[in-house]
C-alpha cells in the first residue's frame, strides 16, 4: 500500500498520445500506479483543455491547478496582485468553482529569485478572489537559497500557502516524508514533493507526491458541466 499519494506533474496533457501507443497517463501509470491527480498548467499554449479534463475525470484524477505564466522579473517585484488577477481570470474561464479551497498554485523555477511581498500579494488577492495560494519552488538552499529565505519571510508575516518542493530528487516512491523545506517550517508542513524527472522521448514529465489526504482537498475534482 502506498505511503503517499501519487501524482503526476506534466506540461504536456495527460491524455497525448505517445508513439508507443499508450497515452501519457497510461505511461506514468504502467511505470508507478494510478495517478490520483494530475498538476497542469491553467493558461497559455500548454493550458490544461477540456478535453483533457473529461479523460481525467472518466480516470478519477484530480487536477492540481498550476499558474506558470511568470517571468523571474515578475516575481522578483511586489506587484503579485496583477499576476494572481490573470491566474484567477485563467481558473474561471476553466469552470474552476470558487469558495471551495481550491489552490492555484504559483510555479517558481528553481533558478529564479522571488520576493517576499510578490508572496503576500499574490496569496491575499488568490485568497480575496475565492480560492487558496500556493507556491511551488526549489527549497534546497544549497542550490538556491532565495526562495528559502523569501517565502520564510512570506510565513513570518502571519501569511499560510501549500507549499511544493522540488528537492531533494530521489528515485522511486518516498519511503518518509523528507522534502526538504524553507528554514521557518519543517518537511511536515510541505504538502507536495516533486520527487523525480522521467520522460517519453521528447516529453517530460515528473512524479510529485501529496503527504495527505487533506492536500487532495486543496485540488479540483473536474465533475463536467455542471461546474
Known amino acids: 500500500m502506498n505511503k503517499f499519494i ?4 506534466s506540461k504536456t496533457r495527460a491524455n497525448i498520445k505517445l508513439s508507443n501507443g499508450y497515452t501519457l497517463y497510461e505511461w506514468a501509470m504502467r511505470k508507478n500506479c494510478p495517478p490520483t491527480f494530475w498538476a497542469r498548467s491553467i493558461c497559455g499554449d500548454e493550458a490544461v483543455t477540456k478535453e483533457e479534463l473529461e479523460f481525467l475525470k472518466n480516470k478519477n484524477c484530480k487536477i492540481a491547478l498550476l499558474f506558470d505564466e511568470l517571468t523571474e522579473n515578475e516575481v522578483s517585484s511586489g506587484n503579485g496582485k496583477e499576476s494572481a ?13 470558487e469558495n471551495e479551497n481550491i489552490a492555484i498554485i504559483a510555479v517558481i523555477e528553481d533558478s529564479w529569485s522571488v520576493y517576499n511581498g510578490w508572496m503576500i500579494n499574490f496569496a491575499q488577492e488568490i485568497k480575496d478572489s475565492g480560492f487558496e495560494a500556493g507556491f511551488i ?4 538552499s544549497s542550490m ?3 526562495f528559502d529565505r523569501h517565502y520564510s519571510h512570506f510565513i513570518e508575516a502571519g501569511y499560510t500557502s501549500i507549499c511544493g518542493a522540488t528537492q531533494p530528487k530521489i528515485s522511486g516512491e518516498p519511503i518518509d516524508w523528507s522534502p526538504y523545506a524553507p528554514s521557518v517550517i519543517g518537511p511536515e508542513d510541505i504538502q507536495l514533493w516533486q520527487t523525480e524527472d522521467d520522460a517519453y522521448k521528447e516529453i517530460s514529465f515528473s512524479y ?4 495527505d489526504d487533506d492536500v487532495l482537498k486543496s485540488m479540483w475534482q473536474y465533475a463536467g458541466k455542471e461546474d
Open 144 to 146: 538556491n537559497f532565495n
Open 208 to 211: 510529485i507526491y501529496a503527504k
Open 6 to 9: 501519487f501524482g503526476v506533474r
Open 137 to 140: 519552488g526549489n527549497t534546497d
Open 85 to 97: 488577477e490573470k491566474a484567477v481570470r485563467a481558473a474561471k474561464e476553466l469552470g474552476v468553482p
